[in-house]
């Protein structure tokens, strides 16, 4: 569940607004889509649902955590209810495929029996078995996406936030990837 | 955290080692380079110190017995009273035959021929603990009774002394610049070591890792390569401090400047050289990384 209260991002050294008194309301089980032009500050708002940034007035409250009165101990918690598919990816260049999902499971202190079971269903529930022990620079944009997303769903998370997931994907792909999603 | 983490974050700062090898490499090589540095001048500083302390203890205080007194009566009433004295390390009881016999090894024999022990005075050779005493020291030896005279080189003891202060002072000087020097040094490697690092960090906190499971790896690589870089720099040191102790001895035929033995110095070069690196290692790691952290 997401709900920003009257939020407004200014950054640092610019006078204008990424965001001005923006308020809405995500609830449980909903499919949102945010959509807008280039510079429109979609990627803002999902800096703050994820903590990386702090709104300059207003309030974020992600899945029961205010952001704003969180403390930073406290924000790997929240972090780890949120599945994040970045535009870019970020997936770590010197583990495999499979240390890059583990990863996300080992932080939240699964157990090494745990992760053996759960990463290869992933994997194959994103269409990457086999490709195990491949590095992300061995594989192709759509292959490093779909690592991603395994990464973004490996700890059954209550929500799944995705950053123009389907921005370096052909339309095949990118079907492909939104059915996923809709699973 | 459970047992299995931590399995999992010490086995991933050894893999970082191998990963970034050539950082760690790099790492090593400045703590080893630093490391030497210090510990030559540091014991340098031990050698200076001892030998000025050699030629103090050379430095004694001679006190002469009063010549109505047999040997047996000086040695037995007065040695005591002299070794309970604040200030005195040793006393050495010197009849008139060893204070002559002595005489004739330092000099000409020729020159002592027909002369008899009885112009030589028993005497006490006095040490003293604190040379700056002299001066408070000769005096309480004069009020021993059965004492009539005292020759003390506290001119020399005082001159002995500033030297002595000013090359303490230089040496301290010195290592505390080379240290700060060698911090600055092997903290901005290490900052450049992890600064190739920052989006990993990143990646790591926006998939919910805490602090500490992301410094656990930085600790553990940092500790072992401290460790590596303070042994390996102990081996080194050990090296060439043995190489250049043969040179001088080679080079000055008899040693009459006496070199403190690596064997008397190892511990203290060993732990200091491990808990730098472990410091530097350790510490400049988590040091390093804690910007990338607030995210």
């Keep these: ?183 | 955290m459970k047992l299995n983490r931590y399995g999992y974050l010490i086995g991933e700062g050894f893999r970082n080692i191998f990963t970034h090898c050539f950082m760690s490499f790099a790492s090593v090589t400045i703590i080893i380079a630093c490391l030497i540095v210090m510990g030559i001048f540091s014991l340098l500083d031990i050698n200076i110190n001892q030998i000025i302390d050699d030629i103090g203890d050379q430095n004694q205080i001679l006190a002469y017995v009063d010549e109505d007194m047999t040997a047996q009566e000086a040695s037995a009433k007065l040695q005591t009273k002299l070794e309970s004295l604040d200030n005195v390390a040793s006393v050495e009881f010197v009849s008139r035959s060893e204070a002559r016999e002595s005489f004739m090894e330092k000099y000409d024999e020729s020159l002592m021929e027909g002369i008899d022990d009885e112009v030589f005075r028993h005497r006490f050779s006095i040490q003293l603990i604190d040379l700056s005493l002299m001066d408070e020291t000769k005096a309480e030896i004069e009020d021993v009774d059965g004492i009539v005279k005292v020759n003390a080189p506290t001119e020399f003891a005082d001159k002995f002394i500033s030297v002595r202060n000013v090359i303490s002072i230089v040496s301290l000087a010195l290592i505390v610049i080379l240290g700060f020097v060698s911090l600055f040094i092997m903290s901005n490697t290490i900052k450049l070591a992890t600064y190739g690092r920052r989006e990993e960090i990143a990646i790591m906190k926006m998939v919910g890792a805490s602090n500490s499971f992301i410094r656990c790896p930085f600790i553990v690589e940092g500790l072992v390569l401290g460790v590596v870089g303070g042994g390996l720099a102990f081996l080194a040191q050990w090296g060439l401090y043995a190489a250049l102790e043969a040179k001088i001895v080679e080079s000055l035929g008899i040693s009459f400047v006496e070199i403190v033995p690596f064997a008397q110095v190892w511990p203290f070069v060993l732990i200091t050289f491990l808990a730098v690196g472990i410091l530097v290692g350790a510490v400049g790691g988590v040091i390093a990384i804690r910007n990338y952290l607030k995210v």
Aim: aromatic share 4%.
């Design chain 1, 1 to 183: 569940m997401v709900q920003m209260n009257n939020v407004t991002m200014v950054y640092e050294n610019s006078d204008v607004a990424a965001l001005d008194s923006v308020s809405l309301t995500i609830s449980e089980g909903e499919f949102a889509f945010l959509v807008g032009p280039s510079g429109s500050g979609k990627t803002t708002i999902i800096k703050l649902l994820t903590g990386e940034i702090m709104p300059s007035d207003g309030e974020v409250i992600v899945n029961g955590f205010n952001t704003v009165k969180l403390k930073r101990r406290k924000m790997p918690q929240m972090r780890r209810t949120l599945g994040v598919i970045f535009q870019d990816f970020r997936l770590i260049d010197k583990m495999t495929v499979y240390d890059n999902v583990a990863f996300a499971m080992r932080v939240v202190g699964a157990a090494n029996k745990e992760i053996r079971e759960r990463v290869p269903k992933v994997l194959e529930l994103v269409g990457l078995e086999g490709r195990e022990k491949r590095l992300p620079a061995e594989l192709s944009g759509g292959e490093q996406q779909r690592v991603a997303i395994a990464r973004a769903l490996v700890n059954n998370p209550t929500m799944i936030i995705a950053d123009e997931p389907t921005g370096n994907l052909d339309p095949v792909r990118s079907l492909e990837l939104m059915l996923l999603l809709e699973k």
